[in-house]
């Protein structure tokens, strides 16, 4: 298991380099995290639809929903809640704030292309039955209708989940301890109900083509509103307090001061 420390030059680390990596190595790396959510957006609404008791369904579901995060984390696609965490290499001073935020514009916008690919996969190859198809409609319709600021709140605390299961799999060492690290958050995120921009780029554009009651509109505000929940609740509250705990931790009058007590 790595240290605190390690964890957070490792987030440090990984926010420089997405600033500075190749745009369209970015940009596949995008789509394929989008493509990634909906597969386990896919297999959640299979559960829910086919599962005569609707509790256990959504629990059978939120159980195979984090198979998505895992295929992210395994092979090194970028999602952008996750990568939200990345300014932590803005706020230790390694990259400037401008460059982070393009990068993650790209990410986010690359992430839409991946979720309407495979909404449109998913329409075409027919593997949405009438009762899927009235569960993700249902949940696009839901999901538009919220008050806005509600729908705010619930994405903040969507990616404060989010980002603190996905630091909890950073810190393992091995394939199977970053899997189960990150398995019960993710798991506890779809059971929430919670507001996620790229799970919702899918369940949205997927609703909309099935003739969910829902705007274009409608769709758009909600894809705002809840790109920044997700960016204040990942960058600002959880990389923030982690910031400030590390920057306290490693502070020189901490250690000196630790220093004179076991002395």
């Not at 680390?13 to 959510?37: D, P, W, Y």
């Not at 949205?204 to 894809?223: D, H, Q, Y």
Request: glycine share 10%.
């Amino acid at each position: 298991m790595k240290t605190y420390n390690e964890i957070i030059d490792y987030i440090t680390a990984a926010g420089k380099s997405k600033t500075e990596r190749n745009e369209r190595a970015l940009i596949i790396q995008g789509v394929l995290a989008g493509m990634f959510i909906a597969m386990g957006a896919i297999a959640y609404f299979r559960l829910v639809a086919y599962t005569a008791d609707p509790g256990i369904g959504k629990f059978l579901g939120a159980l195979i929903f984090p198979a998505g995060i895992m295929a992210i984390l395994l092979v090194g696609a970028e999602l952008f809640t996750s990568d939200c965490m990345g300014i932590m290499s803005v706020f230790r001073n390694r990259v400037k704030l401008g460059s982070f935020m393009r990068m993650l514009t790209i990410v986010l916008l690359s992430n839409l292309a991946g979720a309407v690919i495979m909404a449109l996969l998913s329409t075409g190859a027919g593997i949405f039955s009438e009762a899927m198809v009235e569960a993700v409609t249902g949940s696009a319709v839901a999901k538009t209708a919220m008050p806005i600021s509600q729908m705010l709140i619930s994405a903040v605390l969507c990616n404060i989940i989010v980002c603190s299961g996905v630091m909890m799999a950073y810190s393992a060492k091995t394939v199977a301890g970053k899997l189960i690290a990150v398995w019960f958050p993710i798991a506890v995120f779809v059971l929430s109900g919670t507001e996620h921009i790229v799970a919702n780029m899918f369940y949205l554009v997927m609703g909309f083509i099935n003739g969910a009651e829902i705007t274009i509109a409608s769709i758009l505000v909600s894809f705002v509103v809840v790109t920044i929940g997700n960016f204040i609740g990942g960058a600002l509250i959880v990389t923030g307090a982690h910031y400030f705990i590390e920057k306290d931790m490693n502070a020189p009058e901490k250690k000196i001061s630790d220093q004179g007590r076991a002395a």
